[in-house]
């Protein structure tokens, strides 16, 4: 989906890479680091289990009572917070062995869920994802980069330049192993 204002992530990568490889992704992490937004990014559809107030919508009842609804869409499929129905687990553990396709749907969610009546099994299936807030090179921008690389008295010229002086100095100063 089309996400405005997306920062790239470092994980980009790796969730790219994990929908290649099994049926789902499932995205973890604290509140507020961006599962979401990520999730968004690598999907073509979404359906979110909570109100943007937190509160939870009709769509956790829906998704109890037919879970097909919520399972239809574009691939991937975004659920965000799918904890609050823990019954979805097991309907795309089931859909992801009978379609044997890769890359159907990413969960998003902060919280563990109740394991009762989750199958323990996603091996194979499900590629487990734990996203941290944004690091500080994730977060920085051109206008951040400029004053970073401008307080080693660089002289930069381009955005390119002042990202290449930031990773040079992480490595050299702060021992980052980075590409």
Partial sequence: MIVNNYKSRIIDKKIDQFLELFGAVNIKGPKYCGKTWTGRYHSNSEILLHKTTGELSNNVELAKISPQIILSGEKPRLIDEWQEATNLWDEIRIDVDKTGLKGQYILTGSSTPNREGISPSGV??????????????????EHDLKIYADSFNAKCYHYQDYKEIVLLNLKMVHGVALK
């Fill in 124 to 141: 194979g299936r499900f590629g487990k994802i734990y996203l941290r807030t944004m690091s500080l090179f994730e977060s920085l921008v």
